[in-house]
């Protein structure tokens, strides 16, 4: 469990990936692992310790190229994404790169992908309106904040035109 430890990739099945650590030293679970692939970095999540040394991860990219016993390094601990007024409007990766072209994102605070449930006092236990902005739904079948939702309709009805507008009006009107 130290950081900076490291490994050799010994099985690739698509996107799952062993890779076998010297003994005392398996990264935790959860635990972000990094390896070069192509020129670039390819980040791996520990999902589950197998034996005999090996952890069986969760690649966060295509795995086209990657080699048995490449070195996979264990960052000591979990992908973290920023959080905060900096990430508003933005498009991320799940390892909390942004992919929409507009360069670093400035945040002071990361948050790990894979985080503790809030406290139930810390919940609202009241029923709350998702307000789409469309007035056919706002006023005959309000959606529930926090709920399922489900459009129904034969082919060509405009299922698809109306969760574009919903996402629309949601990401840009009532950001």
């Known amino acids: ?72 390094v264990d960052t000591g601990k979990a992908i973290a994404v920023p959080v905060g007024h900096g990430t508003l409007g933005r498009l991320f990766n799940v390892t909390g790169q942004p992919l929409d072209s507009l360069g670093d994102v400035p945040s002071e605070e990361y948050w790990p992908i894979h985080r503790e449930a809030p406290q139930f006092a810390e919940q609202s236990t009241s029923t709350q309106m998702l307000e789409t902005g469309v007035k056919v739904i706002d006023l005959i079948a309000p959606f529930t904040r926090g709920g399922k939702i489900g459009a129904y309709g034969g082919a060509g009805v405009g299922k698809t035109v109306i969760i574009m507008e919903l996402i629309r009006n949601i990401a840009t009107v009532h950001k």
């Open 1 to 72: 469990m130290a950081e900076g430890s490291r490994g050799k990739v010994v099985q690739i099945m698509g996107t799952v990936v062993d890779v076998e650590f010297p003994p005392e030293q398996l990264p935790a679970l959860f635990n972000g692992l990094e390896c070069e692939l192509n020129g670039q970095k390819l980040v791996l999540e520990v999902e589950q310790h197998v034996g005999n040394n090996w952890v069986r991860c969760l690649t966060m990219g295509a795995t086209d190229g990657l080699a048995r016993g490449t070195t996979v």
